[in-house]
Each structure stands twice: as C-alpha cells, then as structure tokens.
C-alpha cells in the first residue's frame, strides 16, 4: 500500500508539473517559428533547380532593371539648367513687360524722381537726333518716330505741330542769303506782300539768328538729314560759325549784350550733339572758353564780360542752358565753373520760391513771374529737385499766381507776362511733370495757338509783344521764341525721365 502511494503521488507530481509547464513549450515554438521563418526566406535557392520558374525570377530581375532607366535623369540634369538658362535668356531679352511700363506715362501723371545729376548730366549720352526711340541719345526724341511718341506722352497734339510747321514755314521765307536773320529788315523778303509788322533791334540779329537756328534744330532739322530745311539749317549754322571772333566770342570787343554770345553757344551745342561735326565742336569749344572768362566772381553773368560783380540771372539762365546743351554734347565743364553757378542760383533762388534779377546796378532786387521760372528752370538743370520747399512754391507762383494770358502782355511791368516768361516756365515745368504740367500745358496751348497769325504772307508768326522786349527782337523773335516753346515736347528728354534711367 505505501509502495502505491508514493507511486501515484509521484505520478501525480509529474502529471501536474507537465500540466503547468505545458504553457512554456509553446514560447520556444514560437521563437523557432519564428526562426523557421528567415530559413522560408532562403528557399528560393532551392527554386534555381527548375526550370520554369527561375523565368519569373528573372522577369523580376529585370524589374529593377527599370529604375535603371531612371537613372538617366542624371544625364538629362546638364541639359535641363541649359535648356532652362537658354530660356530664361530667350525671354531675358525681349522683355515685354517694361516695355508696356514705359508706355504708361500715356495715362499716368509724370513722375518726379529725387536724385538729382550734376549740371546738364540730366541727359542721356550724346547721339544723332533723328533716332525711333525717346531714348536713342541726348536729342534722340526729335526724329520723326519718337516725335510722335513724345508728343502723345507729354501732351503735344496735331494743333501745336501744324503751328511749329508754320512758323518754321514763315521763318525760312524771311531768312537772308547769307543764312542768318535780320531782326529790323527782314522785311526785304516780303516781296509783293504787304509788309510784315514789327522791327527789331539790329544789335540782337545775331540772337534772334541762334533762336531761329534752334527753332528749326529742335524740330530735327539738322545739316546731315534730309529734309525740306536741311538747306536753310546748313546756311544758318555756317552764318553764326562765321560770326565767330578769334577769341571765341558771339558779340562785339565791349558789347553789353551778352545774350547774342550765349544763345549762339545754345545753337552750335546743338548742332554739334546732332551731327558731330568736328567744325561745330571746335567753334563751341572756342565759345566755351570765352564763357568760362567771362564768368563773374559770384558764379553768373553781366550784360558785359567785364569784371562788374553785377550777377544777371536773366543772362545766366541762358548761360546754364548752353552749358547744359554743351555736357549733353559731351564736353566736360570745369567742376569750379558748375560750383560756382550751383552757388549762384541757390542765392538767386529764395526761400520764398522767387528770383532775384541782380544782385547789383541795374534793377537790383526785382522780383517777377519771368525770374521765378528762369531760377526754378536753373535750379533743376543745376540738380536741383523739384520737391523741395522753394520749388514748391516757384511751382505755385507761376502755375496759379500767373498763368499765360494774353491781355497781360500789354501790361509787362506789372505781371512780367511775355513770350520768353511762357517760354521759360514752359521748360521748367515739362521738368516737372506731373498735374502741374498737365495743367500749365492746357493753359499754354489756349493762349499761344490762338496768337499765331493765319492770314496771308504774315501767317505762322506771332506779333511781337508791346513792350521793350517785342520791340528788341521784333517778329524774327517773337516767331522763333513761340515755336521752342511748342517744340517742348520732344526738344529734350524731361529731367525726371533720365533720373529715372
């Protein structure tokens, strides 16, 4: 009985020992499963002994063969960044989208830019006149093409060029043999006509001959362009050449009217910037060296070229603008000679946003509307801006305290009105650009266009004013004056534009 006690007790221990490690055998199943599972992996190497089915494999080796393809992208990658970079240039060129820009001053005010270039470099490089394009040089927006484009982008019209033909027209019918005009006795020319009215002074022939000669320049006449007053432009550049005394001067030893000598270095300026003729450069060289020694030690000009201290910022002006007109043909002006018209035009120039005529003699102090547009003009060619303060108020004075008018012509001394004030604010203010321009230019045409002469041998010129200074220049004057000043849309580029470029 004992025997079988412990028999079934130990049977029972082991029964309930192998009960309770039963659980266990199964991790060790799992992890040879799991084992067993990585040597199924390998059993592909049993598959090359058939012969049917190591086909797929290679139908999968070829698979991978596919991306091999796409590893040629690699070689495609030089040629992509070319094709792209010879894309981008092909369009880098044409551009068209500035283009479009340029075209929106058609609809848009003019702008101001705030840079402002020294003396005359407001400009672009010296080049022909005539060009298609605005910018195609200095005066390249007197060519045929970019006149029209001008004059629809600055306000010009058919009426203003219908005038300027007919006073270029007048003007070439009243010029002398020798090619110059005679401020007292054009008349002559006034065969089987009545005569026109109005005689000037024979001391300013030879100014009233440059503003012919520019009158015809600034339409695109020139000697080396075919034209219907290449003839007429050829004669007069040879008489004012002629003219020229041995020091380089345009007036007679110890005349006080340097005006001539000024407006006459203005004309070759031109003619040399539209056809480079190594005669007319030498001939304002010569010219430029005679201004230099006449300059006064306040940095602007007299009547004379004696040392005065007088500074006539009306005679300065137009020395600025022939020294402007002589850069933009690219000749250098002395950095001293630019420092001491800069230091001039800002004493002229007051707060207020008037000019001084002199500082000395002869109507020192006098204050007008002609003053304010002479020293606002000279302020923007001397780098000036016109968003400063006393600009502003120029602006103001000329734009609303004195509009071109007509009638006030008669009344000089108490308004200042005159061709060459019209002329004057007319320049300054196309620099400007703008609501003002636009504004002041509807107010020009209305009252200019309205004065020329249409009747008979007398039409396309303008009367002379009644006052001093219509009596000086007479109708060769007042005609070549009235024509510049309707030539203002395309004569020069803005001074806003070439800062912009």
Same mark, same amino acid.
């Given at each position: ?25 199964p991790?060790? #199943?799992e ?16 598959k ?6 190591p086909? /797929? ?7 991978? %063969?596919?991306?091999? %393809? ?12 070319v ?6 240039? *092909?369009?880098?060129?044409?551009k068209?989208k500035?283009?479009?820009?340029? @075209? ?15 003396l005359?470099?407001?400009?672009? /490089?010296?080049g ?6 605005i910018?195609?040089g200095?005066?390249?927006?007197r060519?045929?093409?970019?006149k ?25 019918? $009243? ?8 401020a007292?006795?054009?008349?002559? $020319?006034?065969?089987?006509? /009545?005569?026109?009215?109005?005689q000037?002074?024979? %001391?300013?022939?030879l ?25 007429? +432009? ?7 050449v ?12 110890g005349? *006080? ?6 407006? +006459? ?15 007319y ?15 006064? /030690? ?8 004696? *040392? ?18 002589? %850069? ?9 000679? #630019?420092?001491?018209?800069? $230091?001039?035009?800002?004493r ?6 008037y ?10 102090? #006098?204050?007008? &509307?002609?003053m304010?547009?002479?020293a ?9 801006? @016109? ?27 108490l ?8 002329? &004057? ?57 009235? +024509?510049?000043?309707?030539? +203002?849309?395309? #004569? ?7 800062? *912009?470029?």
């Open positions: 009985m004992s025997v079988s006690i412990v028999f079934h007790l130990t049977v029972g221990l082991l029964l309930i020992t192998w009960l309770f490690e039963k659980p266990t055998p991790q060790p #199943r992890f040879i499963v799991s084992i067993r599972l990585a040597p199924k992996k390998l059993p592909p190497e049993k090359p002994g058939e012969t049917d089915k086909q /797929p494999v290679e139908q999968k080796k070829k698979e991978p %063969e596919k991306p091999a %393809e796409k590893p040629v992208k690699p070689r495609p990658q030089k040629k992509p960044p094709k792209e970079i010879a894309r981008v240039e *092909k369009k880098a060129p044409p068209p500035p283009k479009r820009e340029k @075209s929106r001053p058609d609809t848009r005010s003019l702008r101001q830019f705030r840079k402002a270039p020294p005359g470099l407001g400009a672009s /490089p010296p022909l006149a005539g060009g298609s394009k910018g195609g200095a005066l390249g927006s060519g045929r093409d970019a029209l484009v001008a004059l629809q982008r600055y306000g010009g019209n058919g009426r203003t060029e219908n005038a300027v033909d007919m006073g270029l027209r007048w003007l070439a019918a $009243h010029q002398d043999s020798d090619g110059g005009w005679d007292k006795d054009y008349q002559r $020319h006034c065969r089987n006509h /009545p005569k026109c009215k109005g000037g002074l024979v %001391e300013f022939d100014g009233t001959s440059a503003l012919a000669t520019l009158a015809f320049l600034g339409s695109g006449h020139s000697p080396n362009k075919e034209g219907p007053y290449r003839r007429h +432009v050829t004669k007069a550049l040879q008489n004012l002629d003219a020229q005394s041995g020091i380089g001067s345009f007036h007679p030893a005349d *006080k009217y340097f005006y001539n000598h000024a407006l +006459v270095t203005l004309a070759i300026a031109e003619a040399y910037a539209m056809t480079r003729d190594p005669g450069k030498d001939s304002l060289k010569s010219a430029l060296e005679y201004t230099f020694s006449s300059q006064q /030690p306040g940095g602007g000009w007299d009547y004379t070229t004696a *040392k005065t201290g007088r500074n006539d910022l009306s005679i300065t002006g137009w020395q600025v603008m022939a020294l402007r007109a002589a %850069e933009k043909a690219g000749i250098p002006i002395p950095a001293k000679i #630019r420092q001491n018209v800069s $230091h001039f035009i800002n002229a120039f007051t707060r207020g946003g000019g001084i005529y002199a500082n000395i003699g002869t109507e020192a102090g #006098r204050k007008g &509307a002609n304010v547009a002479v606002l003009l000279s302020h923007l060619y001397s780098g000036g801006i @016109s968003a400063d303060s006393r600009a502003r108020k120029a602006i103001s004075h000329l734009v609303q305290g004195n509009p071109p008018e007509g009638k006030k012509l008669v009344n000089w001394e308004n200042y009105q005159s061709y060459y004030y019209w002329y &004057a604010a007319t320049l300054a203010l196309f620099n400007v650009g703008g609501k003002t321009w636009e504004a002041w230019n509807t107010l020009l045409q209305r009252t200019t266009l309205p004065l020329q002469r249409r009747d008979a041998h007398i039409s396309g010129s303008w009367d002379p004013e009644p006052s001093w200074i219509g009596r000086s220049g007479g109708r060769i004057y007042s005609t070549a004056i009235n +024509v510049l000043t309707l030539e +203002v849309y395309y #004569r020069y580029r803005p001074v806003f534009t070439s800062r *912009k470029s």
